[in-house]
């Protein structure tokens, strides 16, 4: 199967540290010229730097996807650096943690904008750059859920919850009308996976007991698992998925 990205540019959000450095790094080694977003500019330049020195291409944009104005400075930075634009990987996501009866309304629309309307702007932006400038060539999204948003809600996080099921509801209509310009859509529902967003759940041995219990595989992901699916979707091996919701979660949740 092909899976270089020769040539190709990619945006990740969210991509300073944890399952996006890895998404970046790992599009970055196929071939792809990154752009690396984070909120956070110390973590964008750092994993940017370090695609560089692995002899890969790429630039850091510190860039809150909430904001349509910083995520059109974001979609232009890839142009601006290579002229044009093939991958988005909406991956930036924030988890605050209250019970429902204490949940502080700002962080309900915190929630919802970084996750649900972040992925809408930047699908929006870079849809249109891909549906006007890319012709036959198209271009590829990959949605980053939750099997909180889809089958199995996750405690005390409930903004977090909507704003993953919106993305899967939102991501499919997405495919349905970015189809005709042959801009393909996925979205992939990670299961629980080692990263500095659950590094806390982890220090905790009965959460990591009942997590145990729970996933036949025995493990959380590690985040190179989910870069490999990225790479799949992003590649032509994929090229009859369209609409797709993929679950990767060590048989956490099974159907
Ligand atoms: P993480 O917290 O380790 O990293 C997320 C990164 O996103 C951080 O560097 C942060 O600065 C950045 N970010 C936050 N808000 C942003 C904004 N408004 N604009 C741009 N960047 C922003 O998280 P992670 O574990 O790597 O998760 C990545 C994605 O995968 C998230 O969408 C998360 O919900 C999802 N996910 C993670 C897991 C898991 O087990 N780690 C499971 C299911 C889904």
New binding site residues.
């Given amino acids: 199967m092909n899976l270089s990205l020769d040539g190709k540019v990619a945006i990740v ?2 991509a ?5 450095e890895t998404i970046a790094r790992t599009l970055a080694t196929a071939g792809a010229h990154v752009v690396v ?4 500019p110390d ?1 964008a330049e750092r994993v940017a730097k370090k695609i560089l020195s692995a002899g890969g291409q790429a630039i850091a944009v510190a ?4 904001s349509k104005f910083q995520c059109v400075k974001l979609v232009e930075a890839a142009r601006i650096e290579w002229g044009r634009l093939d991958i988005l990987v909406n ?5 605050p943690v209250s019970p429902i009866l204490k949940l502080d309304e700002w962080d309900w629309d915190r929630c919802i904008d ?2 649900l309307k ?1 992925t809408f702007l930047m699908s929006q932006l870079c849809g249109r750059v891909m549906a006007e400038e890319n012709q036959e060539r198209g271009g590829i999204i990959v949605n ?5 948003g889809v089958e199995s809600p996750l405690m005390h996080r409930a903004a977090y919850c909507a704003s ?1 099921a919106g993305i899967v509801g939102f991501a499919r209509e997405c495919a349905r009308e970015f189809a005709p310009y042959g801009i393909r859509v996925n979205t992939i529902v ?4 080692e ?4 590094e806390n759940a982890r220090q905790n041995p009965e959460i990591m007991a009942r997590w145990k219990r729970e996933i036949p595989l025995d493990r959380l992901g590690y985040p190179q698992e989910i870069a490999d699916v990225v790479l799949f979707l992003c590649s032509p091996g994929s090229s009859y998925m369209t609409g797709s919701t993929i679950t990767v979660d060590g048989g956490k949740v099974m159907r």
């Fill in positions: 959000t969210g300073g540290q944890g399952l996006g977003d984070d909120l956070n973590r860039a809150d996807v909430s991956n930036a996501g924030i988890e970084v996750n972040g980053i859920s939750s099997i909180a993953k990670p299961g629980v996976f990263t500095p967003m659950t």
